[in-house]
């Protein structure tokens, strides 16, 4: 199976600063199936974004995708306080389907 | 808009077996999606159970596969989870979850907590 390492584990920043959160996929991810999802405590995960690159319904432009093959990465230009949050990156493009660790973006 | 809803006993006896369902609403299961069921150990990440389509195939994690089975049943637009044989390692937030295709996991439920325990 395809094993995704997120890094950091926790990433500290201030609101107002970019963040580059990181994805790393043991094997290429057949056809960039690679999404993003932000959880927030005590709710389900929202996809932010699909198919290394595009942006889910209603996701704010300062959440991009980019990457393929083996190396993603999701970046916050602006960071708010309600970005806060884990986020997970997932490969749906080889079975079975398989998901990070997660990334912890907390405040400084 | 489509919305998952998760249902089933909160408390599972060890060696008992799991039985979760999702109601679709809004939306028909026969659309043209993947059903998939993921969970999430308390403080840990998200793991992928499997998936069904609406003609009843389906895809498991072959790491759950030998206790794993789910169902459709599209007269009431629900979806099954069915796990044997469950431990403590089976106790997490259970997940039932749209997948659009090429579009990811685009509509989750919003997760039903699963405790093993006697």
């Known amino acids: 199976e395809v094993v995704l390492t997120q890094s950091p584990g926790t990433l500290s920043l201030s609101p107002g600063e970019r963040a580059t959160l990181s994805c790393r996929a043991s094997?290429?991810?057949?056809?960039?199936?690679l999404a993003w999802y932000q959880q927030k405590p005590g709710q389900a995960p929202r996809l932010l974004i699909y198919?290394?690159?595009k942006r889910a319904t209603g996701i704010s432009v300062r959440f991009s995708g980019s990457g393929s093959g083996t190396d993603f990465t999701l970046t916050i230009s602006r960071l708010e306080p309600e970005d806060f949050a884990v986020y997970h990156c997932q490969q749906y493009g080889n079975s079975p389907i398989t998901f990070g660790q997660g990334t912890r973006l907390e405040i400084k | 808009q489509v919305q998952l809803q998760e249902s089933g006993p909160r408390l599972v006896k060890p060696s008992g077996t799991l039985a979760l369902t999702c109601a679709v609403s809004g939306g028909s299961i026969s659309s043209s999606n993947w059903w998939s069921w993921v969970r999430q150990p308390p403080g840990k990440g998200l793991e992928y159970i499997g998936d069904?389509?609406?003609?009843?195939?389906?895809d498991y994690n072959p790491s759950l596969k030998s206790r794993v089975t789910m169902l459709v049943d599209k007269s009431k637009d629900q979806f099954s989870l069915i796990l044997t044989s469950v431990t403590a390692a089976d106790t997490a937030v259970y997940y039932c979850?749209?997948?659009?295709?090429?579009?990811?996991?685009?509509?989750w439920g919003q997760g039903t907590m699963v405790t093993v325990s006697s």
């Open positions: 979850v749209r997948w659009a295709g090429d579009d990811a996991f685009d509509i």
């Open positions: 069904i389509y609406h003609s009843g195939s389906s």
């Open positions: 094997q290429s991810v057949g056809g960039n199936y």
């Open positions: 198919g290394a690159s």
